[in-house]
Nanobody, 123 residues
Framework: QVQLVESGGGLVQAGGSLRLSCAAS????????MGWFRQAPGKEREFVAT????????YYADSVKGRFTISRDNFKNTVSLQMNSLKPEDTAVYYC????????????????WGQGTQVTVSS
């Protein structure tokens, strides 16, 4: 079955960096759009970034544009999220997701989800 396993979360001070990774198995990885979403306590899951199947198009939420970078390796079946200049408001559980189609910013587009990794940014 499809498995998406996130890693790389943790506790970091404001202004610091983290790199999240997601390892995919049980699917033809290169056929899927990959996305990162996050959910803070008491809030809805929100779009963070997405990358198309070939990796040549990326889209970001306005709140992370210029600070976060999504990338993928279709040989290693991994997708990563480099997070720089982290802010306390970036604190959330971050989820990796695989899906098809549009809209790319909607959780409903993604049929497969990881368990999530906690990112906590202290002020």
């Amino acid at each position: 079955q499809v498995q998406l396993v996130e890693s790389g979360g943790g506790l970091v001070q404001a202004g610091g960096s983290l790199r999240l990774s997601c390892a995919a198995s049980g699917l033809t990885f290169s056929r899927y759009t990959m996305g990162w979403f996050r959910q803070a306590p008491g809030k809805e899951r929100e779009f963070v970034a997405t990358i198309n199947r070939s990796g040549d198009r990326t889209y970001y939420a306005d709140s992370v544009k210029g600070r976060f970078t999504i990338s993928r390796d279709n040989f290693k079946n991994t997708v990563s999220l480099q997070m720089n200049s982290l802010k306390p408001e970036d604190t959330a559980v971050y989820y990796c997701a695989a899906g098809y189609g549009d809209p790319w910013y909607s959780p409903s587009t993604y049929a497969n989800w990881g368990q999530g990794t906690q990112v906590t940014v202290s002020s």
